[in-house]
């Protein structure tokens, strides 16, 4: 038999009033309800939390149950994401805000600018990536805040493992006909030759597919062709050279492209 969990008046009174909202800042209760003693408005959050109606996700935010429970009820991990690490949606789960991958993914990437860690909140993992001066472009989009199409994409190509590698990004670009090229070129204005290469090489081998990155964009890629470099940074030096970058693909186009063969 399930045990009933009871509340006094006071826990009933503040947890009706906090029933419809999803996370609460006890950094901001106090002005809600001003007439209690924030002592008392402390130990009435603790208690509610004890009793498996609220749960911690970090210092001060909670989020609300509509019933007790060990574990918390998530029904946006978007906010829940923004709650704990303050920053931007970005990478993958940027992309899956643009309806750009089919899938829902239970790691939620979050861009910040000076801080990466990595929490669990019920079935869904938190990761927080810092990305300093990076930490820009960002709009409200659905209800969260998301770094823009171009941002997004930029953010994917600087740190591809946390898009979910390359062939997800080229997939994701196949089918974003809104994006402003030039406004995706100039994230790249200050960046590294080499991750202009790897960039440029990845759009030029998706335009011999489909034809939709304009030729003005992949000139600007090859005006920032420097000095040898690799497509993986981190994979072994072994690889096909392509001279016409300066890159070795230590990847494949195979894995590239993947949906392509695939599907």
């Known amino acids: 038999m399930k045990k009933k969990i009871y509340l006094t008046p006071g826990e009933q009174a503040l ?28 130990k009435t959050v603790a208690s509610l939390a004890k009793k498996g109606y609220l749960y911690r996700v970090k210092k001060g935010v909670f989020t609300v149950s ?15 994401a923004l709650a704990v690490c303050p920053g931007y949606i970005g990478f993958s789960s940027a992309l899956r805000v643009y309806d750009l991958i089919p899938y829902e993914s239970f ?17 869904y993992t938190l990761r927080c990536v810092a990305m300093g001066k990076r930490c820009t472009g960002m709009t409200f989009h659905k209800g ?4 823009t199409l171009e941002k997004t994409f930029f953010d994917c190509f600087y740190k591809p493992q946390y898009a979910g590698g390359y062939a997800v990004i080229t997939q994701a670009l196949s089918q974003s006909p809104s994006l402003d090229w030039q406004k995706f070129c ?20 998706l335009n011999a597919r489909t034809g939709i990155v304009p030729k003005t964009v992949l000139q600007f890629f090859r005006q920032r062709i420097k ?32 949906w392509w063969s695939h599907g």
């Open 66 to 80: 509509g019933t007790p429970s060990e574990n918390p009820e998530i029904q946006d991990p978007l906010q829940i």
């Open 15 to 42: 947890f009706s009033a906090l029933s419809s909202r999803q996370i609460i800042d006890t950094n901001s209760l106090q002005e809600v309800f001003p007439e209690i003693p924030p002592v008392s408005l402390n």
């Open 144 to 147: 969260a805040y998301v770094s």
């Open 186 to 205: 100039d994230c790249f204005s200050r960046e590294s030759s080499s991750l202009c290469q790897r960039t440029g090489y990845i759009l030029d081998l």
């Open 227 to 258: 000095n040898n470099t690799r497509l993986a940074i981190s994979g072994t030096g072994s690889g096909t050279y392509v001279g016409s970058w300066m890159l070795v693909d230590n990847i494949g186009t195979e894995n590239i492209f993947s």
């Open 107 to 123: 790691t939620v990437f979050v861009v910040t600018k000076n801080r990466s860690r990595e929490t669990t909140v019920g079935e």
